[in-house]
């Protein structure tokens, strides 16, 4: 094949050629800017003016949450906040040096905070947002505040007032637990959700933060008109995208149950936590863990001292002791005994234990809460009169993995996956737990500790939550819901009207029960209440069969039979008190718990008796709660609780 | 001794006075877009601070003759795909790409330096093979040489750099030359595989890239909004354009990327189609004069190198000049010697340093 050489005029002639192609191409370049700026110049200048807006956010109104008859428990109030637009603010800087000072000092004499303060809260909040966004300086101006600043807002043109929405928890503390609270977002927030910007307020716990999406709503947007040096001109109206307002919430939860539980544990100045749910779906009527935090607290811009007061507190308000606090079941856990044990046939209704008092299992001798014995026992008079002996001899038929079995299927030991953050699953020991958690080393279960687990005692713990599941399951025969603080999510439609979404009930365990063992169990807890000798009969209320188990744990081991009521508060024992009613039909579910109570049915019980007797108090001819008295009113709206002093 | 030879007085100074008058307008522009939201004028500063460091290296550049440097390409070329392996292997993820390389408080790309070694090590290849046609060994080569840092880029993955290698290829071709049969053969192929390399190698975004490009209405909020901003700009500007610091839509933010790829939009709204004009006669008296250093070059490498060189201001002004007003879509292709950018705004004043380098030694006797 030939080798043709290039030359240096064929080479010439290429570079030519290109040259004559760029000069086209720059040529067509001109020709469409021309086209762009010399022919379609107004079209663009039109444009380019609506583009002159900037944009300035509405923020959405945040959904209301309301108790399941649509009591507002959580609103929004109008609130006015300061802004400092530097766009308004560079030209002005620009003929006066000392303007940012002049402005400080001004604002720190009407806002009565001291300059150096406010300049540190300048150069934060500034450092946030681009320049073309005003920032938030101050918030909760007083109306004075806000009269004395418009006075000068010819002088300081860049500070504007802006009306905002500041979440309000109408009753303060109240069910303040399962409300939650919001706060401005966080980047680890920001990072995960792309529909958040910075600045944004959203749920941090409770309702507020599970439900936050439909709460949340969609910001809008106003657009204003600017020159070119920065002179805000007027608003560009047909850009204006109205927000969207968040979903209303209807919670489960009923306002006078709520109330009337809270009220028990103020007045009593009692800690602890209180579950009612509705056996037949899992809806949760009152939750309550007390003593509570205000919410409104969260909504305003932290002070340390605000800070301080919350996570110093010694009562740990933030937890929310119905589903985050972890203690022994006690003797409510012979509820769960008393199931499995006839479930599984280890007993048998008729199957009579003597208690004399103690009885030696395994090697070591453990007592009855009884010095005296209870005698004669079945399963229905061992759970009236609380029968420690009989429950240690049905533990040790059934062993703790079968104990486990039945515990885990009543939620027990695992989460229920309730719709608020933080649940807890407590622990139910098994044989397998202890091999992978041995105890100074040694792996194997003793028998003799499964004695201790028969009566809700041992390394088994347990939430006031789960508590509740297991008795309403006992009500129902055998169905474990999952519970639920929200009962319908409304969106409004664009016509204004309301879409309700309804948050389905779950079953998520159910335990098998045969007929004749499900009646022994109801009859046994219905004597606990109503019969003679029985542990609970504060919550006996006349005209309706309650249904109950008392329970109180020791918080300290101590030998002996000791009446509880003469040790210190903090070492005497946590009470419980499980019930429903009424027996036959069960529609309602009361669990107590009071920390260091003492006795459970002494003072757990008298809760449940108030609750039933308002529940149903058209039957019983019970009183509705007085909410028109103003003084109740004004306690409940001031929210902060009288905080329980060690007795 | 290079001083002996006394070029120093053959430096043509129209063209890197040119040069030097769009680096001086593109900090002006700098300025105008970042003021308002810089008060502090960081990017500005900077940006003058790369063009004085550029200028400089431009400079330095001119007393190396680029024989010398032929006869270094390799080593240079080696040196800067050592860097790309390290950035794949150890480099760190910014914005999803591995293009950076950090020393000390300043980071760079070595994939802008790459461009100017790799058109080195081109043109040195050309110095040595004067055929007319490219044979099968010859072109392997040369795409060789092209495509080893156009695949250590690719991956980075940094497509719009990549494809910025592509006016070498054209160079390759074109002036190295390719019989017309082997033309035919190239488009079938390419005709085959485009729809093919659709499907399977580009991503999703690239895609809608395309169909973006093809129907800005699709997205006029996303990736069409920067284009449609940007021709609000431009022709907002009209003939005279707003004035110095005087538009709206770069200051204001609506002109995404208003101080890099769409700095062009802010040159439309504040100088108008004037300043256009004579933005783009600049340019094109750059490249007119470059190509004329080329025809005069001493040698055929020297020829080579110009216009390897000075093909990649042809690419970067003709696409990014494009996509300003729509014509081509949306690519990260900076503006030659204008757009804010440390690593580019050298890598062009090298490129300008060597073309006057070429033209410097143009007579054989000098």
């Keep these: 094949m030939r080798v043709y050489r290039d030359d240096q005029k064929f080479l010439q002639f290429r570079i030519n050629a290109v040259l004559w192609g760029i000069v086209a191409a720059f040529v067509f370049l001109a020709g469409s800017f021309w086209f762009v700026q010399g022919v379609q110049a107004e079209k663009y200048r039109g444009l380019s003016e609506a583009n002159a807006l900037r944009e300035i956010e509405i923020p959405a109104k945040r959904g209301l949450i309301m108790d399941r008859n649509g009591k507002i428990l959580a609103d929004n109030q109008p609130a006015y906040s300061l802004q400092i637009d530097r766009v308004v603010m560079k030209p002005l800087l620009k003929a006066d040096k000392q303007r940012r000072q002049r402005l400080e000092a001004f604002l720190s004499l009407v806002l009565e905070i001291p300059q150096q303060e406010l300049t540190a809260r300048w150069d934060k ?124 919430i209807y919670l489960t939860l009923d306002f006078e149950l709520q109330r009337r539980a809270e009220q028990y544990f ?83 209704p008729e199957t009579d234990f003597g208690c004399g008092g103690s009885g030696v299992f395994f090697g070591r001798r453990f007592r009855c809460w009884k010095k005296e014995g209870h005698g004669s026992v079945d399963v229905e008079r061992a759970l009236k009169v609380s029968c420690d002996i009989y429950f240690y001899q049905t533990g040790a038929r059934l062993g703790v993995d079968k104990i486990k079995e039945y515990a885990n299927r009543l939620t027990f030991g695992e989460i229920s996956h309730i719709d608020l953050d933080g649940e807890r699953s407590g622990l139910v020991p098994s044989t397998k737990w202890r091999a992978e958690h041995p105890v100074k080393g040694d792996p194997k279960w003793y028998p003799a500790e499964t004695i201790s687990v028969s009566i809700g005692q041992g390394p088994l713990i347990v939430t006031p939550l789960q508590v509740a599941n297991m008795t309403a399951a006992v009500a129902n025969g055998g169905k474990v819901f999952q519970p639920h603080v929200v009962r319908y999510v409304d969106r409004v439609q664009r016509d204004g009207s309301y879409k309700r979404f309804r948050v389905p009930s779950r079953v998520i365990h159910e335990v098998e029960l045969s007929p004749s063992a499900l009646r022994a169990v109801r009859q046994g807890l219905w004597d606990v209440v109503n019969a003679q000798g029985g542990t609970g009969g504060n919550a006996r209320v006349p005209g309706l069969d309650v249904a ?100 | 001794m290079i001083f002996r030879e006394r070029v120093t007085p053959n430096v043509d100074l129209n063209f890197l006075g040119t040069a030097i008058v769009l680096a001086i307008i593109g900090c002006m522009l700098v300025y105008s877009a970042t003021f308002f939201n810089e008060p502090n004028l960081g990017t500005f500063k900077r940006q003058m601070l790369w063009v004085a460091i550029g200028i400089a290296l431009a400079i330095i550049i001119l007393f190396v003759d680029y024989h010398v440097l032929f006869d270094v390409a390799p080593i240079l070329y080696g040196i800067g795909i050592i860097l790309l392996i390290y950035l794949l292997i150890w480099g760190q993820l910014t914005a999803n790409v591995k293009s950076w390389i950090r020393i000390g408080g300043f980071q760079f790309q070595p994939s802008e330096f790459m461009k100017v070694f790799t058109a080195l090590m081109l043109a040195r290849y050309f110095d040595s093979n004067d055929r007319a046609y490219l044979d099968m060994r010859s072109f392997l080569v040369v795409m060789g040489i092209i495509g080893l840092p156009v695949v250590l880029i690719a991956v980075q993955p940094d497509f719009g750099t990549a494809a910025s290698f592509a006016p070498l290829v054209a160079v390759a071709m074109f002036f190295g030359g390719i019989r017309p049969r082997v033309w035919a053969a190239m488009i079938l192929i390419v005709a085959i595989s485009l729809p093919i390399g659709w499907s399977m190698f580009l991503k999703p975004y690239q895609r809608e890239r395309v169909l ?135 890598m062009f004043f090298i490129a300008i340093g060597l073309i006057a380098n070429v033209d410097m030694r143009r007579f054989v006797n000098a």
């Excluded at chain 1, 004075?144 to 303060?172: C, D, L, T, W």
């Excluded at chain 1, 958040?196 to 507020?208: A, F, H, P």
């Excluded at chain 1, 009562?315 to 006690?330: D, H, M, V, W």
Aim: proline share 6%; with cysteine; hydrophobic share 40%.
């Design chain 2, 212 to 346: 973006i490009f093809l129907n800005p209405e699709r997205d006029p909020r996303g990736d069409g909004y920067q284009v449609i901003q940007a021709k609000i700009a431009i022709g907002s500007g009209g003939i005279h354009g707003k004035g110095f610091t005087r538009g709206t839509q770069g200051k204001f933010g609506f002109i995404p990327e208003h101080h890099t790829d769409f700095i062009f939009a802010v040159l439309g709204e504040e100088w108008g189609f004037v300043g256009v004009v004579v933005v783009l006669g600049l340019y094109l008296y750059l490249i007119v004069q470059a190509m004329t250093f080329a025809k005069h070059a001493r040698d055929r490498g020297g020829t080579f190198l110009i216009i390897c060189l000075i093909s990649f201001f042809i690419f970067h002004i003709l696409i990014n000049v494009s996509m300003q007003i729509g014509i081509l879509p949306t690519t990260g292709i900076p503006l030659p010697l204008i757009s804010y950018g440390g690593s580019s705004t050298m």
């Design chain 1, 125 to 248: 909040e500034a450092a946030k947002l681009p320049a073309t966004q005003p920032f938030t300086i101050a918030e909760d101006l007083s109306m004075a505040q806000v009269a004395k600043i418009q006075a000068q807002s010819i002088a300081f043109p860049e500070v504007h007032v802006m009306p905002v929405q500041r979440r309000n928890y109408a009753y303060g503390t109240m069910a303040a637990h399962v409300l939650g609270f919001i706060g401005e977002v966080g980047d680890k927030e920001l990072a995960q959700n792309e529909a958040l910007e910075q600045g944004d307020l959203i749920g941090k716990r409770g309702v507020e933060l599970m439900y936050d999406q439909y709460l949340r709503g969609k910001d809008g947007a106003e657009f204003w008109e600017y020159d070119a040096d920065g002179r805000r001109l007027s608003e560009y109206v047909p850009a204006r995208q109205n927000p969207i307002p968040g979903d209303n």
């Design chain 1, 266 to 348: 103020i007045e009593n100045e009692m800690v602890g936590a209180a579950v009612v749910l509705d056996p037949r779906n899992g809806e949760v009527l009152a939750m309550v863990s007390s003593p509570a935090f205000n919410p409104n607290v969260y909504s305003k811009r932290f002070t340390p001292e605000t800070w301080k007061t919350i996570t110093s507190n010694p009562f740990k308000i933030e937890l929310n002791r119905a589903i985050q606090g972890l203690y022994s079941p006690g003797s409510v856990f012979k509820i769960v005994m008393a199931m499995a044990g006839l479930s599984e046939g280890a007993v048998g």
């Design chain 1, 548 to 647: 109950g188990k008392t329970g109180s744990v020791q918080v300290i081991a101590y030998s002996g039979w000791i009446k509880a009521t003469s040790l210190p508060f903090k070492f005497r024992d946590h009470a419980w008190f499980a019930s429903f009613a009424p027996a036959n039909n069960p529609q309602m579910v009361v669990v107590v718990f009071v920390e260091h109570g003492g006795a459970g049915g002494a003072d757990a019980a008298p809760l449940a008796k108030l609750l039933f007797e308002s529940r149903f108090r058209d039957k019983v001819g019970g009183t509705r709660l007085d909410l028109s008295n103003p003084e109740t009113l004004e306690q409940i709206k001031e929210g902060e609780l009288p905080l329980p002093t060690t007795r």
